[in-house]
């Protein structure tokens, strides 16, 4: 089991840790609730360190990328980062990633778990391209700072003017004196910053962070509330919403397929898909029946079922809730369906997508 260079600075604040993709992982401090609120209302931090840094460069560095991600790499403007999927030639997702096109090469941020296959999968078709795909991720850390004050705090700490900064873009500079990639990315539903540096800095930065920001409220966010702050927005998890035998069709991430572009792989199985309608769609439940809506479980309408990717207590909506991935033909909205809990069938109605507005759609 791994441990971020931050365990010890974790373990001080009280933080109970559990197993996460490989390492010992902060799934809670004060407690998920609270910390969700913190996010919501103020701002927090969280460790991300376990996610995976690469970097693609060469001549062919865009070609590359525009061979293996479904998105259009190529319409990213210099310093953006765009959400994007590697999928397989059936037009299952091997992972959700995010690009960032920098002046010298694409930094590409992959989750946790799939670190090792997303490397592997990328070099397997690194032939026929003047392209090198380097993991970065043991000496860059990665600290994600989300909430409506992330910005007001950061800045109190850093020699980038954040106000110039657009969304999903991206600069170089300081963060507590330590160089950093500031990128104005998160998975939270707020607006915020993912920071990218030499992670033998990692408690100089996170100490800095929560110092500047204890006036306001900043604290340190667990893995719990960092899974119910993401999925309020309905933004997908690896696992979940998405894997080998979910197409990204399927979840409702057809903005990021851009079939028009040219080949890349995946790319005919997903265009039939689209073509001829995918055969099950991403829906968002709420219950009706008191009963919690947990993964996996069973979901029935008209005869025809389907299953829960996500489910859980939503703490800004105050409802029980979930995703799930039904058969087309019975998932539209207003439609009530039997969750199966424990052997028995409890209502939920099928709502509009998603349950919580994200900060950029506002």
């Known amino acids: 089991m791994q441990r971020t260079r931050l365990y010890d600075t974790h373990v001080k604040l009280g933080a109970r840790l559990v ?3 490989g ?4 799934v809670q401090y004060e407690g998920p609730l609270e910390e969700h609120a913190t996010v919501r209302q103020a701002a927090g931090l969280f460790d991300i360190d376990h996610m995976g840094q690469l970097i693609v460069e060469g001549p062919d560095a865009l070609d590359f990328l525009q061979y293996m991600c479904t998105s259009d790499i190529g319409a990213l403007r210099e310093w953006e980062a765009g959400y994007s999927l590697l999928c397989y030639a059936d037009g299952g997702v091997v992972d959700d990633i995010f690009v960032y096109r920098l002046p010298e090469y694409y930094y590409v941020v992959v989750n946790a778990a799939n670190l090792k296959k997303d490397v592997q999968w990328l070099k397997a078709h690194t032939p026929g391209f003047d392209v090198t795909v380097t993991d970065v991720s043991e000496e860059t850390y990665l600290l994600a700072f989300q909430g409506p004050k992330a910005q007001e705090v950061l800045q109190r700490i850093t020699d980038v003017d954040l106000s110039q900064l657009e969304y999903h873009f991206s600069t170089r500079g300081k963060v507590a004196g330590v160089d950093a990639l500031i990128g104005s990315t998160g998975y939270t539903g707020e607006y915020g910053y993912e920071l990218y540096f030499d992670a033998n800095h990692a ?14 409220g900043v604290k340190p966010i667990g893995l719990a509330a960092r899974d119910s702050l993401r999925f309020e927005p309905c933004l997908p998890l690896y696992g979940h919403e998405l894997g080998p035998d979910i197409t990204p069709l399927e979840a409702g991430l057809g903005f990021f397929v851009k079939t028009d572009k040219g080949d890349f792989v995946g790319r005919d199985a997903l265009l039939k898909q689209r073509l001829e309608q995918p055969p099950r769609k991403l829906v968002c439940l709420e219950m009706i029946d008191k009963g919690v809506p947990r993964e996996h479980y069973e979901v029935v309408a008209d005869g025809q079922s389907g299953f829960v990717t996500s489910g859980m207590f939503a703490p800004t909506v105050g409802a029980y809730v979930a ?11 207003g439609r009530e369906v039997d969750v199966m809990i424990r052997g ?11 349950f919580y507005t994200p900060a950029y759609r506002r």
């Open 203 to 216: 408690e100089t930065v996170w100490n800095a962070i929560l110092e500047a920001g204890k006036p306001d």
């Open 323 to 333: 995703m799930a991935l039904l058969p087309r033909e019975v998932a539209e909205i």
């Open 344 to 354: 028995k069938a409890k209502k939920a109605k099928i709502v509009k997508r998603p």
């Open 23 to 26: 390492y010992e992982m902060p």
């Open 19 to 21: 197993p996460f993709a």
